[in-house]
C-alpha cells in the first residue's frame, strides 16, 4: 500500500477540493463526500478542478460543482461487496443458555447482524488504491453499520467479543490479521479504515483483542508469527504519545491523546471550520488538533475534555492534549502485563521482564498522579492547571477493569466512592 502522503491526500485529507465542496454543504453529511471513490486518477480529477476553480475565480457554484462530482466520483459503498462470515453457525451454545424466550429471541436477532453487517474489499481497491479514501483490508471485516462501512480501532473490540460469544473465530483472526497489516504498514492501528484518519489512532486495545482470541483459540503460532507487530503498536504510543509530569520533585512518564496536525476532520469538515470561525485565526489549528485528539480518545466529544477557554460548556474550550486520561493508561498497562504474559508464554524472558517492568513504572505514575486517596478513585489529570480533575466519569475505574493497581484495598475504596 502507498505512504497517505501521496497526491489522493489532497482530495480526501487536505485541500481546496475538500474545501469547497465540504463548505458548499452538497450532503447532509460531510463523510458522504470522503467515502466516494473517484473515477478516475486523481492527478486527473484534480487537474480538472485546478481547470473549473480558474474559470470561477476559486469560487465554484454549487451547480457545477454538482456536476463535477458525479462526472469524477462514484456513489459511496462501491468498493465494498456483501460477505457471510464462513464460520457463522445457525445456533451457537450462549442462545441455548437463555432460558427466558424473549432474550432468546433478541439474542437470535443480534446473532443474525452478523451476516448483515459482514463486508470484504473488492480488488480494486488493491489495485487502485489511489482512487479510493478506504484502506484495503485483505481478510473480511465486521463494520458498525448505518454511515460505517469501515472498521474502527477500539469498536472492533466489542465486535470481536461478540464474534467469539458467537463461535467465529475464523472471523475474529481475519479482523485482527487486517490490524496487524496496518500496524505493519503505518507504524500504527488508525482512527479507522479510511485514508483521512491515518493520522490519529484510537484506544489501545490490539493486545487485548489478541488475548482474547487466544482464550478461545490457544494459537500459539499466530502469536509467536505477531508479537513483534503488538510490540511496534505500543511502540508508537510511547513515542509519540507520551507526557512527563512533575510532582513532589519527581517526573513520571504517562501517555495522552495528541495529534500533531492540524486542519478540520474531513469526515466532519464544515462543522469544524464553522467552530474555528468563533476563535482568532491564530488559535484555530490548535482547536483542529484538539478535536481530532477527541476522536482518538473515542470519547468523541465529552465534557472531560472541555477544559479550557473562557467558557467551558462550548466545544471550542476542547483541551484533549492537555488532560491525561484515567483509561488510555490502564488500557496501556494491561497491555504491558499481556505482553509480558505473551513473551513468557513465547519463552522470551528478556523481554517478558522489560514489559513486566513497563507495567510496574505505569503503575507507580498512576498511583501518584491519577489515584486519589480521599476520593477513592483515578481521576483524570490537568496538564495545564496540574491538578486532578476530579468530575466522576466511568473512566475513573478503569484501573479496575484493567487490573492495574497494586493497593489491594483500592477495590473496597473505589465501591464507596460509587455510593
Not at 432468546?104 to 479510493?132: N, Y
Request: charged share 25%.
Amino acid at each position: 500500500l502507498p505512504p497517505p502522503d501521496i497526491v489522493y491526500s489532497q482530495i480526501y485529507c487536505h485541500g481546496e477540493l475538500l474545501h469547497q465542496v465540504q463548505m458548499a454543504k452538497l450532503y447532509q453529511d460531510d463523510k458522504q463526500f470522503v467515502d466516494m471513490p473517484l473515477s478516475s486518477a486523481p492527478d486527473q480529477v484534480l487537474q480538472r478542478f485546478g481547470e473549473l476553480a480558474a474559470a470561477h475565480n476559486h469560487s465554484i457554484p454549487q451547480q457545477q460543482l454538482q456536476a463535477f462530482i458525479q462526472e469524477h466520483f462514484q456513489s459511496v459503498g462501491q468498493e465494498l461487496q456483501s460477505w457471510t462470515p464462513e464460520d457463522w453457525k445457525d445456533s451457537p451454545r450462549f442462545l441455548q443458555k437463555i432460558s427466558d424466550p424473549k432474550l432468546r429471541a433478541w439474542g437470535e436477532q443480534l446473532h443474525q447482524l452478523w451476516k448483515k453487517l459482514g463486508k470484504k474489499v473488492k480488488p480494486e481497491v488493491l489495485s487502485h488504491p489511489e482512487q479510493f479514501s478506504l484502506i484495503y483490508s485483505a481478510h473480511p471485516f465486521i463494520v458498525p453499520g448505518g454511515r460505517f462501512l469501515e472498521f474502527y480501532y477500539w469498536d472492533s473490540y466489542c465486535v470481536m467479543e461478540g464474534l467469539l460469544l458467537s463461535e467465529m473465530p475464523g472471523t475474529v483472526k481475519g479482523m485482527l490479521q487486517n490490524f496487524l497489516d496496518l500496524v505493519r504498514i503505518y507504524g500504527h492501528v488508525p482512527n479507522g479504515a479510511r485514508v483521512y484518519y491515518l493520522q490519529r489512532s484510537q484506544p489501545p486495545l490490539l493486545t487485548l483483542m489478541m488475548d482474547s482470541y487466544l482464550t478461545h483459540t490457544d494459537d500459539t503460532a499466530f502469536l509467536r508469527d505477531n508479537i513483534g507487530t503488538l510490540a511496534l503498536e505500543l511502540d508508537f504510543w510511547t513515542e509519540n504519545r507520551t507526557i512527563s509530569v512533575s510532582l513532589g520533585g519527581k517526573s513520571y512518564v504517562l501517555n495522552h491523546y495528541a495529534v500533531p496536525y492540524g486542519g478540520p476532520r474531513p469526515e466532519s469538515y464544515s462543522k469544524d471550520a464553522k467552530l474555528a470561525d468563533t476563535l482568532p485565526e491564530g488559535d484555530r489549528e490548535a482547536l483542529w488538533a484538539e478535536l481530532k485528539a477527541g476522536a482518538e480518545s473515542g470519547w468523541d466529544f465529552s465534557s472531560r475534555w472541555l477544559v479550557g477557554g473562557p467558557d467551558p460548556t462550548l466545544l471550542s474550550s476542547i483541551r484533549t492534549s492537555k488532560s491525561v486520561p484515567v483509561d488510555l493508561n490502564a488500557f496501556l498497562c494491561q497491555a504491558e502485563e499481556l505482553m509480558s504474559n505473551f513473551y513468557s508464554r513465547l519463552g522470551n524472558d528478556i523481554q517478558a521482564t522489560k514489559y513486566r517492568d513497563l507495567r510496574q513504572q505505569r503503575m507507580a505514575a498512576m498511583r501518584a498522579i491519577l489515584w486519589d486517596e480521599e476520593k477513592g478513585a483515578w481521576f483524570d489529570y490537568d496538564l495545564e492547571k496540574g491538578k486532578k480533575k476530579l468530575e466522576f466519569y466511568p473512566s475513573n475505574l478503569t484501573p479496575l477493569w484493567s487490573g492495574c493497581f497494586s493497593d489491594l484495598d483500592a477495590v473496597d475504596k473505589a465501591l464507596k466512592y460509587l455510593e
